[in-house]
């Protein structure tokens, strides 16, 4: 597929807020198609990603967070979504703006509206851009911005579902099963006690359920001899890419060491296939070795790192 080579003008795009409504089947088709024609399979994120990020948090408002750039006829040519959590900016642009000044005029445009968010929700000024290992081109366009690599990044895994999935046996008395709705409660506060935060609630947990890529059979929960759900691993599908997603996955403290995130996995793996699924992801932050090993032990091989770019701008609103 051919790409623009020629200078973006500002009168040729306009940005507006997300709005659910509107926007989801947008968003969705934005990140299949984008993976499926560039061949990139880190340049975009997951539907399930998607999803997960736009309904389980309490503590941002998604129209203030993700913004939208469009050309002219309304399509849909690039987004940039901030998490206020660590001040990080996701940026993607279709593969047709791969080679043209997009990207830059969206880093400037966040920068600019991010400037006295930051301020005022958090001590520091740092601003953060992810960036994949293998996208040398943006890796150049942010450093001429005046970015710096920083140490943290994200490390992704896959793991190829062409060869049959053995399910693996629980400790006597667990079992693995997909979540009901009579789980609601104690599957949000499970998440929250797993990584310990209060980012999910009953109801943010239940819009997570009403998603169109939402799939209860994929939403998998270990439970305990005494009733107590012990851990969780939530599975989406790409049916178009057929990439398989796990987000997110987690272990209650109290069961920790007992082998259920492995055996979660597997369940999942097992279902992913079984609905078609050629190939599996998942990923951790880079300080997490304990989660990297079991992934490594269960055939995933790392696949690329995504790593924060980050530009403190009080000094660059200093130096300028």
Not at 249 to 270: S, W
Request: charged share 20%; glycine share 6%.
């Amino acid at each position: 597929m051919a790409v623009s080579t020629k200078t973006v003008q500002l009168n040729q795009i306009r940005c507006r807020p997300y709005s659910q409504a509107r926007d989801f089947f947008a968003l969705r088709a934005f990140v299949q198609t984008g993976r499926q024609v560039s061949k990139r399979n880190y340049a975009f994120l997951h539907v399930g990603d998607v999803s997960w990020r736009l309904t389980h948090a309490t503590n941002q408002s998604i129209p203030d967070c993700l913004d939208l750039w469009e050309d002219l006829d309304g399509r849909l040519i690039g987004f940039a979504w901030f998490t206020p959590d660590h001040n990080g900016v996701t940026i993607q642009v279709h593969p047709d703006y791969f080679y043209s000044n997009l990207r830059q005029i969206i880093c400037q445009w966040v920068e600019q509206k991010y400037q006295s968010v930051i301020r005022q929700k958090t001590a520091g000024s740092i601003l953060r851009i992810g960036c994949f290992d293998h996208d040398y081109l943006n890796q150049d366009l942010l450093k001429r911005l005046g970015y710096q690599k920083d140490p943290f990044h994200y490390v992704h895994f896959s793991r190829p579902l062409t060869r049959a999935v053995k399910k693996r046996s629980l400790l006597s008395g667990f079992n693995v099963r997909a979540t009901t709705k009579a789980d609601i409660a104690a599957r949000a506060a499970l998440y929250n006690v797993a990584f310990g935060t209060d980012a999910v609630t009953e109801q943010s947990y239940q819009q997570v359920r009403t998603v169109p890529d939402y799939m209860a059979d994929l939403d998998l929960v270990a439970v305990a001899p005494s009733g107590r759900l012990a851990g969780f691993a939530q599975c989406w599908l790409d049916s178009v890419n057929r990439i398989g997603f796990f987000e997110p996955i987690g272990t209650h403290p109290d069961f920790r060491r007992h082998g259920l995130g492995k055996t979660l996995i597997y369940e999942g793996l097992f279902r992913m296939q079984t609905w078609g699924m050629s190939e599996a992801w998942i990923y951790t932050e880079s300080p997490n070795l304990p989660a990297q090993k079991l992934y490594t032990s269960l055939d995933f091989n790392i696949f690329a790192r995504e790593y924060d770019y980050i530009k403190d701008l009080n000094l660059s609103n200093t130096n300028s």
